[in-house]
């Protein structure tokens, strides 16, 4: 798993993301987020037992390509991603249960 701590400002295309093998969590958020300060504890525990899952924290906002092409209009967004194909999306978590069921569906 790529661990940050914070949200990347800078985002892989929309072509790149399509290419990336395997699995994939892409969240999107911001740093200054309320609610996506209150979702990390969730997150994390949920994605800390998936260690081999990629995971791209990606700075959003408005004009972001990335994030528009994914319709993202809340943050946190979490979009389950396998060989590039989004299976599961998970926005606003307040337990990890909810990110575990996506998990589960990249399997």
């Known amino acids: 798993m790529t661990e ?6 800078e985002a892989p295309t929309r072509a790149e993301v399509d290419a990336l093998p395997g699995a994939t969590v892409l969240e999107f958020g911001t740093d200054w ?5 209150g979702a ?3 997150i994390g525990e949920s994605l800390g037992r998936a260690p081999a899952l990629r995971h791209l ?3 959003d906002g408005p004009g972001r390509p990335l994030g528009r ?3 993202v209009k809340l943050w946190p967004t979490l979009i389950f ?3 590039g ?3 599961a999306r998970v ?3 307040t337990d990890a249960r909810a990110v575990d069921e996506a998990v589960a569906a990249l399997a």
Do not use: N, W
């Not at 940050?4 to 400002?9: E, K, Q």
């Not at 987020?33 to 300060?37: A, E, F, I, L, P």
């Open 57 to 59: 924290k990606i700075e």
């Open 4 to 9: 940050r701590t914070g949200y990347a400002s």
């Open 91 to 93: 926005v606003r978590p």
């Open 85 to 87: 194909v989004e299976v």
């Open 81 to 83: 991603l396998r060989d």
């Open 69 to 71: 092409s994914f319709k």
């Open 40 to 42: 990390q504890r969730h």
């Open 33 to 37: 987020c309320g609610y996506c300060q």
